[in-house]
C-alpha cells in the first residue's frame, strides 16, 4: 500500500511538472528534486523514464469520465471522442504524452475497452471495430498535439512557402491551411470516421 501511494505521489509531481514546463522537462531526477528525495527513492518505485511515461499517460486519461454516455453507438462514439480530447487537453503536451506510450494500464484499457464496445454494439465485426477504435484515437491524439503546439501566424508561414509551380494543389486550396480552428477540425474528422463507419455497418 505504501508503495503504491509512493508511485501515486511520483506521478502526481511529474504531472505537476509536465502543466508547468511540458513533457521535455519531466526526468525522474526533475521530480525527484519536486518530491525533495533523492533520485534513487524514485527509480525504486518507477525504474525508468519510459515507464514513468506510461503512467503519466495512464493518469492523464484518469479523469475521462464514461458515465451517462448515449445509447446510440454513433452518439456515444462521438462523446466519447470528444471527452477523449477534453482530457488530453487537460495537460500540458498530454497528447504527446499519450502518444509517445503504450500504456496497458487501467485507465488506458477501461478507455480503449469503451470505445472498442461502442462499435461492436454498433454491429462493426471485430476487425472493423478494433482498427476503427485506432482511427479515431490515432486522429485524436494527432489533432490535439497539433493544437498543444501550434505556434501564431502558422498558416501565414505555410502560405508564404507555397509556390503555384512547385505546389499547385496547396495553392488551390491554401486559404483552406489554417481555416477553421481546431474545433471545426475535429468535428469534421469525427463526421468522415463515423460516417464511414456507419457504411461499413450497413455492407456487412
Known amino acids: 500500500m505504501a ?5 501515486a505521489e511520483i506521478v502526481a509531481a511529474a504531472l505537476d511538472l509536465l502543466d508547468e514546463k511540458g513533457v521535455d522537462a519531466v526526468s525522474l531526477r526533475a521530480v525527484a528534486d ?3 528525495v533523492r533520485l534513487n527513492t524514485v527509480s525504486w518505485h518507477i525504474k525508468t523514464k519510459a515507464r514513468l511515461l506510461e503512467l503519466m499517460a495512464d493518469a492523464v486519461l484518469a479523469d475521462l469520465s464514461l458515465a451517462e454516455l448515449p445509447e446510440q453507438w454513433q452518439a456515444r462514439l462521438r462523446e466519447l471522442a470528444h471527452r477523449y480530447r477534453a482530457a488530453l487537453l487537460r ?3 498530454g497528447a504527446r504524452v499519450v502518444a509517445g506510450t503504450f500504456a496497458a494500464e487501467e485507465h488506458t484499457l477501461r478507455v480503449g475497452e469503451a470505445f472498442l464496445a461502442c462499435l461492436l454494439d454498433g454491429g462493426l465485426t471485430e476487425r472493423e ?13 494527432g489533432l490535439v498535439q497539433e493544437e498543444q503546439g501550434a505556434v501564431d501566424a502558422v498558416a501565414e508561414v505555410l502560405t508564404a512557402a ?3 509551380q512547385a505546389h499547385p494543389a496547396l495553392t488551390r486550396a491554401r486559404a483552406h491551411l489554417g481555416g477553421g480552428g481546431f474545433d471545426q477540425r475535429f468535428e469534421f474528422g469525427l463526421d468522415l470516421i463515423i460516417r464511414s463507419a456507419a457504411e461499413l455497418t450497413r455492407s456487412s
Open 91 to 93: 495537460h500540458r503536451d
Open 34 to 36: 519536486r518530491l525533495g
Open 162 to 164: 507555397v509556390s503555384p
Open 129 to 141: 471495430a478494433m482498427w476503427t477504435s485506432w482511427t479515431v484515437i490515432y486522429f485524436v491524439l
Open 3 to 7: 508503495n503504491t501511494q509512493r508511485r
